[in-house]
């Protein structure tokens, strides 16, 4: 067997042991090693061990389905992150073989326009999914997955919209409306006498709402490209509609402080 490499993680080497043993799936299966697994190197909260133990001595006694994953007994805010990964790793393949058949159907243009965007996109997402969400809790880091791979689902949604260009035909005025609500919703947060909400801060906020106006800019470029008779009212609108719902949230947040 090769030596583990520098960056593997070890709990993920011991989780995919120990699904492999409990499930049989290409090995022999063997429930008294998958619980040795389970506690030796597994290990979690007292609670998650617990519910593993407990799962394949179900198993054993054929009394739940014979299917054991490692994220159906956790209980601590470490493994959350750890299967909320593993769900995001699941997403992400799905979503680059929905963009892969979609770039197909593009221009060479349409698809040099795109990279700024992506860029765009990327540096916003980690803004709003890192500044604009309480991360002091043990659940953080699923939290943190959870919101970017909302915000991913989110953008290849209006991806598949661009492809017919069959947006909402927004008018100035319902750009200046927007406009004018979000405004006020940005200047109450940063008028706010709370200076932080755990990891929420205000700088952290006007970071984020830097990085939207770059993503929101970047939209209206590519779709002044893939979609020519789509206005600029258009995409500012629905992209300044989805960001005043962000602040909501947010107001809502440091309302009940």
Not at 203 to 222: C, K, L, M, N
Not at 236 to 249: F, P
Request: aromatic share 8%.
């Amino acid at each position: 067997m090769e030596a583990q490499g520098d960056n593997e993680d070890p709990l993920e080497g011991s989780s995919v042991l120990l699904m492999l043993y409990a499930n049989g799936f290409g090995v022999t299966r063997d429930l008294d090693l998958a619980a040795r697994l389970a506690c030796a190197n597994v290990g979690g909260a007292p609670a998650e061990v617990e519910g593993r133990l407990q799962h394949i001595r179900d198993m054993q006694t054929k009394s739940v389905k014979d299917t054991f994953d490692i994220c159906d007994d956790i209980t601590s805010g470490l493994m959350m992150g750890y299967c909320q990964s593993i769900r995001s790793q699941i997403a992400n393949v799905r979503r680059k073989a929905t963009l892969d058949s979609l770039l197909q159907t593009w221009s060479d243009q349409d698809r040099i326009a795109y990279t700024p965007l992506r860029k765009a996109a990327s540096s916003f997402f980690t803004e709003r999914s890192t500044n604009e969400l309480d991360l002091s809790g043990t659940a953080r880091a699923a939290f943190s997955i959870q919101e970017s791979d909302a915000l991913e689902d989110d953008f290849q949604s209006l991806l598949l919209q661009s492809a017919s260009c069959a947006l909402t035909a927004y008018s100035a005025s319902d750009l200046m409306k927007a406009d004018a609500q979000l405004n006020a919703l940005y200047g109450v947060l940063m008028k706010d006498t709370l200076s932080h909400w755990g990891t929420i801060t205000r700088e952290g906020i006007r970071s984020t709402q830097r990085a939207w106006v770059h993503y929101r800019d970047a939209w209206v470029a590519f779709g002044a490209i893939r979609c020519p008779a789509t206005t600029s009212n258009a995409w500012k609108t629905l992209l300044t509609n989805a960001r005043i719902e962000q602040l909501k949230e947010l107001i809502e947040i440091f309302k009940y402080k």
